[in-house]
């Protein structure tokens, strides 16, 4: 996942190997289509491999699909490959859907952290043509890159059988080319973190919350040239109705008046002291122990900052913050940036059905109460926020709910990683005054429009 939550791990599994089997077998299908499998656009007479051809069902693509129903008698090998970051979430999801010792034998496969090493390693195999990884954890923003290449399966019937079940925000977020080539697993979404003792109520628009942010100790931020930078400014320009590129990804719309509105505001706060100028160095940890140290009176941050602020050392932040869905821009409207990832499919698995089926139960209430409660990992099904076990275990769900459902995407294209550092280059550079917001965006609007013409 990229820029999203640093998981304050609650339940501390022993160390474990690179590569670890876990037997078991899955019970009853979570998804609907254990329920109706004629909405899942299969028949008791699929192959057991799981694989469709490409048109059947497979949305606006003509990648290889999976037959939803295969899943039913699905069995053997699949493995699942996760950052070290989310690993006993990810093992614990699996181990809970364990009633027998029979069923599906999952292997675990322990990628690194840094989400670079994850993308370089996840891309070595699927050049190879290797099916070692049937399932991985994905990053929101590789969507497009990995289905552009054509490494990975499409799951759009499953996921239109289970379609209401997912916060619509969150399904964006695996679309490529009007096809579905991903489920979503856990989600993140940008909070406002406040002091209660310095304002009565959260600012309802981000003009007023820079303006209460100067006398108030100041807005803390990800404001280092990276991909952090990259999602709060998209925060601000989504929500003042701008746009990176066109509806069909292949043009450059970064340099708009809305984005230049929101980078101005921007700017003008770091030039008028509501923003600390140390916040161009700041990433999220930063950011969290700025606002931890009890000076600055606001925080955008992820929802992991929460439970550490609840073990604040500093008396004050302990018993005077909360947090709010991110601000409306004002005269716009109400925006933020989704972060977590998907579950995809190798088009090189041997056994799809298998890992469809892993997907299954990885997605369905029971996983994602596990990981809100015992990780403080976003759930991305309606229902979850529903749930007197998730309420509890994250007290600010309703905010997070919110906040998920007001987000957007980042820009879909499989040129992101050099579009997200066009926009962040650019931006530390108007925010840092070496440039002017305008010069900014014409920068990032050569550079990106540079980047598209590579695929």
Known sequence: MTTSSRVPRRTVLQEHPVKQHL?????????ACALALSACGGDDGGESSGAAGGGSGSGGSKAQGIDPASIETAKGNVT????????????????????????????????????DEQNAQFVRRQRAKSGECDVFESDVVWTAQFAAQDWLLNVTDYVNARKAEFIPSTLETATYEKSYF?????????????????TATPP????????????????????????????????????????????DGTKSEINS????????????????????????????GESQQAFDSGKPGFMRNWPYAYSLEKESKTEAVKKNFDVAPLPTFEGGQAAGVLGGSNLVISKFSKNPSA???????????????????????????????????????????????????????????????????????????????RTTPEAALEAADKAISSALTTF
């Open 182 to 198: 991903g489920v979503p697993e856990k989600t993140d979404a940008g909070l406002l973190y406040y002091r209660k003792d310095r």
């Open 257 to 284: 008046p809305e984005n230049l509105a929101a980078l101005k505001l921007m700017a003008d706060g770091v030039k008028n002291g509501a923003v600390p100028k140390a916040v161009l160095t700041y990433q999220e």
């Open 23 to 31: 037997r078991y077998t899955v019970p009853a299908l979570a998804s």
């Open 355 to 433: 890992a469809l089926k892993l997907v299954d139960v990885m997605t369905n209430a029971d996983a994602m109460r596990l990981r809100a409660t015992e990780y403080s990992l976003a759930p991305v099904l309606n229902e979850s926020y529903d749930d007197a076990e998730i309420k509890k275990a994250l007290p600010f769900s309703d905010a997070l709910k919110t906040a998920v459902e007001q987000a957007q995407a980042r820009p879909v294209s499989p040129a992101y990683t050099q579009v997200s550092t066009a926009i962040s280059s650019n931006v530390a550079k108007a925010l840092s005054g």
């Open 80 to 115: 699942l490959c996760a950052p070290a970051l989310t690993i006993e979430a990810a093992k614990a999801a699996v181990k809970q859907a364990a009633t027998e010792a029979s069923g599906l034998k999952v292997d675990v496969i322990t990628l690194p952290d840094a989400a």
């Open 204 to 247: 309802d628009t981000w003009q007023a919350l820079y303006s209460q942010a100067k006398d108030a100790g100041g807005l803390v931020y990800q404001g280092k040239a990276y991909e952090g930078l990259t999602v709060h400014f998209l925060e601000v320009a989504y929500g003042a109705g701008g746009k990176v590129l066109s509806d």
